[in-house]
């Protein structure tokens, strides 16, 4: 018998009373949480990944799922994740708090950006050394070409938490996906967890390159426009299928299942 690699391994029964589909995305974003633990792209108690979630009913406001405030990444399951409306307001009961400062930089693309289901937001080293650089992200590495044309940046203006940024935030996102927030990190954006991710790891991929390509002898080899034009047309891991396969695969190298949430 073989596996289909695509699929997920098999999951707990939703809540008595809970959509499957939010229960889906709760156990998806639960086990995305544990991965950025696994590769060290966490910050204390801070930062946040978000994931839209199919409205209630006709008629009803979208929802959102983020992590309790004052847990640890390793700490969120999928029953502890707060369900909140835009404004950050908690849709159901929780014995945690939502960091609605923290939220400030997600709701805007959220709200602006039908096609931004998830938003991931980290402050990696090197995705924050390069977010410090004037220069930012150089279009001459294998990863940083694959995103030519598709990465924006936006400048620093203090810690994010005034909603009077929101509307200048959205304007230096436009319509890429991957955003370099000036002397202060990484954002990527996707229709689904395994677009997102695969998103942010090429981001971040990118930027380690380019740090370690700096620190060598010698200068860098430009790669020319012509070049660089027709890139994102053939990456492969940029399609949707193998987003799916590649979040999966790095589950199972993370030793984190959906049935651990049982």
């Given amino acids: ?77 999928p029953l502890n994740l707060i369900c909140t409306d ?32 998830c938003i991931m937001h980290v402050h990696t080293t090197a995705g924050c050394a390069v977010a410090s650089k004037e220069e930012g992200l150089r279009h001459d590495n294998f990863y940083s070409a694959m995103m030519y044309g598709d990465v924006a940046y936006h400048d620093y203006e203090g810690v994010t938490t005034n909603l009077d940024e929101q509307p200048r935030l959205v304007r230096s996102l436009g319509q890429a996906n991957h955003l370099i927030l000036r002397n202060h990190g990484l954002l990527a954006a996707g229709p689904d967890i395994p677009t997102a991710f695969n998103r942010l790891w090429t981001l971040q991929r990118a930027c380690e ?26 990456r492969v891991a940029g399609r949707g299928p193998v987003n799916r396969l590649v979040f999966e695969a790095m589950l199972r190298r993370a030793g984190i299942s959906r049935a651990m949430f049982g």
């Fill in 86 to 117: 835009i404004g950050g307001n908690s849709q159901s009961e929780s014995a945690y708090t939502v960091n609605k400062a923290g939220f400030v930089i997600h709701s805007a693309v959220h709200a602006a950006r039908p096609d931004a289901h």
């Fill in 1 to 77: 018998m073989t596996m289909d690699a695509a699929s997920a391994p098999p999951a707990p029964p939703a809540p008595a009373g809970m959509p499957a589909a939010e229960w889906t995305a709760r156990l998806d974003l639960a086990c995305c949480y544990r991965l950025f633990d696994h590769l060290g792209w966490t910050e204390l108690i801070f930062n946040h990944i978000t994931l839209r979630v199919d409205e209630a009913g006709e008629g009803s406001e979208a929802r959102y799922l983020i992590n309790p405030f004052g847990l640890h990444y390793a700490e969120v399951t």
């Fill in 209 to 234: 390159i380019q740090l370690a390509s700096d620190a060598g002898r010698g200068p860098n080899r430009a790669i020319p426009a012509e070049i660089l034009e027709t890139v994102p047309a053939t």
